[in-house]
């Protein structure tokens, strides 16, 4: 069992519950001596991309916001490394750190309840029911839409940028761009509105028309808040995350590259 970096870097390790993350977990643990995450200077994170930002929110809840360096063991894995049990060492030495910034998503439900939750992928708006929604688009508090009829809309960071806001047919955004992704999912009215790209320093807020008739859900990366009114999304200086990746498996290369993906 090998002390990393003799002892100066301590690594908490947690796993996903999948049986291929539990089993890596355990040869890890077999290989390396390893901390509580209270002790820890970095967090080496077994599973998927959902898994990664179970862990990030966990931190933000408690407020002690350590780096993160992932292997894939789940499906997609675009937020981690390649899983390998070697070398782990001088992996972790050579590793590349990147900081963002999450999204922060205030509401107000239609009950009058006031909510926040961070989001480090993307803040969206879904109807609830059969029923399309209707919602007021404003940004820096001037209406941009009046009424844009969707199944719902959505602003995604550049690290978000390739996951939910690709598949609704929204932009790649370099990372480091300062720029955040509005992208529209389904729009019925206006047809031709396919999103916008807009400043990281933009307050993007939406009021949703007919809120009983049309109800609408607002999640924040995996948390959901239902039946809203009122939401309201902005990019949270005061907090930072640092992702750590291998020199060949980068993340601002990896979101570049997905612009050529065919």
Not at 40 to 50: E, T
Not at 108 to 125: F, Y
Not at 178 to 201: D, H, K, N, Q, Y
Request: charged fraction near 25%; proline fraction near 6%; charge should be negative.
């Amino acid at each position: 069992m090998s002390n990393l970096d003799a002892g100066e870097i301590r690594l908490a390790l947690v796993a996903s519950p999948t049986p291929a993350a539990q089993s890596a977990a355990t040869e890890l643990r077999q290989r390396h001596e390893w901390v509580d995450i209270a002790q820890a200077d970095i967090v080496v994170v077994l599973g998927g991309d959902g898994f990664l930002l179970q862990t990030l929110h966990q931190m933000l809840d408690r407020r002690r916001i350590l780096p993160i360096y992932g292997m894939n063991l789940g499906t997609v894995g675009f937020l981690m490394n390649e899983w390998s049990p070697d070398l782990l060492e001088l992996r972790i030495a050579r590793a590349r750190r990147f900081t963002v910034s999450p999204l922060r998503m205030e509401v107000e439900t239609v009950g009058g309840e006031k909510i926040e939750h961070p989001a480090i992928n993307e803040v969206s708006l879904l109807r609830e029911t059969r029923e399309t929604a209707k919602l007021e688009v404003c940004v820096n508090k001037r209406v941009v839409l009046a009424e844009l009829v969707c199944d719902g809309i959505l602003v995604a960071t550049p690290a978000g940028s390739t996951a939910y806001n690709l598949s609704a047919h929204g932009p790649i955004l370099p990372l480091g761009s300062e720029m955040l992704a509005l992208t529209p999912i389904s729009p019925f009215r206006p047809r031709r509105w396919r999103g916008a790209i807009l400043p990281e320093r933009t307050r993007i807020s939406f009021r949703v028309l007919e809120p009983v008739k049309r109800p609408v859900s607002a999640v924040a990366d995996q948390r959901e808040v239902r039946d809203v009114a009122t939401v309201s999304v902005a990019i949270d200086r005061s907090t930072q995350l640092t992702l750590m990746f291998d020199p060949e498996h980068a993340l601002d290369d990896r979101i570049a590259m997905e612009q050529f993906a065919v």
